[in-house]
């Protein structure tokens, strides 16, 4: 464990180090990401001017529930997502060999080696409105409870991770996975709604098999509503067992790897 | 240290058709083909030996190394790598190899090769002695002790793969795969690769496995060769006697005395050999082996010689014909 988080270490090193090189893309990224959190924060703001409700939730809720969401988007942004979105290329390309012959776990290796250190700020940025959106609510919440909501929201950041991952597997055998991102992308803003406003199969699909609910929504929903030992069980059950799948599915994918002609 | 047993690896690869009516059938209606990169292969290398990996483009010599490296699995056969099997991917078999591709780059391109190297005595657990150690007598030996600390991307060719080269062998390997480590590079580069690698197989005698395209190469480090064709071991020896084995022909060469008349009865080359050059300076002809002497003979006879030679073909166009000869033919 020691030896994984020098190795971590190593990689934040790398990406501060790169990220300074390039000033202009350092500062542009951080720029883009404010207009980003303005834009979906104005949306529900937009929509709570025509209804007080919203699948249940008022404003000052939903403004939690989407701050929450930044939040996980924006460690998402930081720790994983380059390395998702190049991970096909390294199987396709081959130059997931270099990786495959290292003494460290393959999976590790490309899931975090590149720490996007310019959406760095964008984290502390989404952490504020996070620390802000709660501090604002009118409601009593208690500390157990936030703690238990932040702690859900990492376990909803690594759920969101394996969705990814699962996802982009299929590419060791398909060999293209540009059809499997955009659906992911696609399927994305059903994680970045309050999972209130849908109903039945949708729902059920929405907190089970694709548990984008699961990430921010439900969460949220514990810190409304009280902790309920069978929602904290699912939430770890199905992230525990989505994981579980995704390690065999990894396993047979290594298997199949027919890696690239040099 | 190395031994593959009747490895073998097929591929399925789809057929399309040229064209964009090709395009369309194929999004319907696929067809199939299975391609045999590999055939059945065994052989062994030992503790030092350096053994070259040698055939034409596609012949199956860098899925070999794939699959001895634990890289991809085999689709057939067994094989053992320092008494582990490689496709496993035992941390204990993955620390004692190392892996250089002359056509991929492992380093990272925006960092200066010494901050790379701290991650890899990171991923391998190298003592800080032992790295400091090891770093500086690699880096002395292909002379990259000032590039240390410049961008990876900003390096020559060159000093990129002796990057590479030290990035591989940091944690002292006992076996190690060198997939074209010299490909694309400048003669002087090319040269001063080869001289380390026969100094670093002297110091520390690892077994390893070399593939590439230039003979140079083979010849300079290898003194056994595995010649593979069409995914098949078609010669498993020494390097020296692929001469003996496959080259039936000598070249005789004579430089004439200039200016001394050349007899007028001196016959037809032509019945002496295949005749490569004739002229009032030089006579070359490729004879049989069991020929040289009466050539010889009646070419001392027959013209003003002041010079005879008589040389072995040369080595890489025996490799060669051997490589590019069907699995039917005599090379």
Redesign the interface.
């Known amino acids: 464990m020691r030896?994984y988080l020098?190795?971590y270490a190593?990689?934040l090193?790398?990406s501060f180090?790169?990220a300074m090189?390039f000033r202009l893309d350092f500062f542009f990224r951080v720029g883009m990401d404010a207009i980003w959190y303005a834009v979906h924060l104005a949306f529900f703001w937009l929509i709570y001017r025509h209804t007080p409700l919203l699948g249940g939730w008022n404003f000052d809720q939903v403004l939690v529930f989407t701050s929450g969401f930044f939040f996980i988007d924006a460690i998402n942004m930081t720790v994983f997502a380059n390395n998702i979105w190049s991970f096909p290329v390294l199987v396709n390309s081959?130059?997931l060999?270099?990786y495959?012959?290292?003494?460290?776990s393959s999976l590790f290796f490309i899931s975090v080696r590149d720490f996007a250190a310019n959406s760095f700020l964008n984290l502390i940025m989404a952490s504020g409105i996070l620390a802000w959106a709660i501090a604002r609510y009118p409601g009593e919440l208690g500390v157990v409870r936030v703690v238990v909501y932040v702690a859900l929201l990492l376990v909803g950041t690594f759920l969101g991770y394996v969705i990814s991952m699962l996802f982009l597997v299929p590419v060791f055998w398909m060999h293209n996975a540009s059809g499997l991102r955009e659906i992911r992308f696609a399927i994305g803003t059903y994680g970045e709604r309050p999972h209130q406003i849908f109903h039945g199969w949708v729902r059920t699909v929405l907190v089970t098999v694709v548990p984008l609910a699961l990430c921010a929504s439900v969460p949220a929903q514990v810190l409304f509503e009280g902790i309920t030992p069978a929602l904290l069980l699912h939430v770890v059950g199905v992230t525990a067992a989505l994981f579980l799948a995704f390690l065999w599915i990894w396993s047979r994918a290594l298997?199949a790897?027919?890696?690239a002609?040099? | 240290m190395i031994r593959a047993d009747r490895l073998s690896k097929t591929f399925r690869v789809h057929k399309k058709a040229p064209g964009f009516v090709g395009s369309v059938k194929s999004l319907f209606r696929r067809e199939w083909v299975t391609k045999h990169a590999v055939r059945e292969v065994s052989f062994h290398v030992g503790e030092g030996e350096i053994v070259g990996l040698v055939g034409a483009n596609g012949a199956g010599k860098t899925t070999i190394v794939k699959m001895l490296a634990g890289i991809i699995h085999p689709t057939s056969g067994d094989s053992e790598v320092l008494g582990f099997r490689p496709w496993e991917r035992d941390n204990r078999f993955r620390r004692q190899i190392a892996l250089v591709m002359g056509q991929k780059q492992q380093l990272w391109w925006d960092l200066p090769a010494a901050d790379c190297f701290l991650l890899l005595k990171e991923i391998y657990r190298i003592p800080d002695a032992a790295y400091r150690e090891r770093l500086d007598y690699l880096a002395t030996a292909l002379e990259v002790t000032k590039e240390l600390n410049v961008q990876i991307r900003r390096l020559s060719l060159g000093e990129r793969m002796k990057m590479e080269l030290i990035a591989a062998l940091l944690h002292a390997p006992r076996v190690v795969f060198l997939d074209e480590p010299t490909i694309g590079l400048d003669l002087t580069a090319q040269r001063a690769i080869r001289d380390f690698l026969l100094k670093y197989r002297e110091d520390h005698r690892p077994a390893m496995i070399l593939t590439s395209h230039y003979m140079e190469d083979i010849e300079t480090l290898c003194e056994r060769l595995l010649i593979i064709r069409e995914g098949e071991i078609v010669y498993d020896g020494r390097l020296d006697a692929v001469v003996a084995n496959f080259a039936d022909r000598k070249l005789v060469t004579a430089h004439l005395r200039a200016g001394e008349p050349i007899a007028a009865s001196n016959g037809n080359l032509a019945d002496l050999g295949d005749v490569q050059e004739a002229n009032e300076r030089v006579v070359t002809l490729s004879v049989p082996r069991t020929q040289v002497a009466r050539a010889a003979s009646e070419i001392l006879r027959r013209y003003p010689v002041a010079d005879l030679t008589i040389e072995e073909a040369d080595i890489g166009v025996i490799i060669e014909r051997i490589m590019r000869a069907r699995g039917d033919q005599k090379p």
Do not use: M, Q
């Open positions: 030896r020098r190795i190593n990689f090193r790398f180090s790169r090189a081959g130059e060999d270099a495959l012959v290292r003494p460290v298997r790897y027919a890696s002609s040099s």
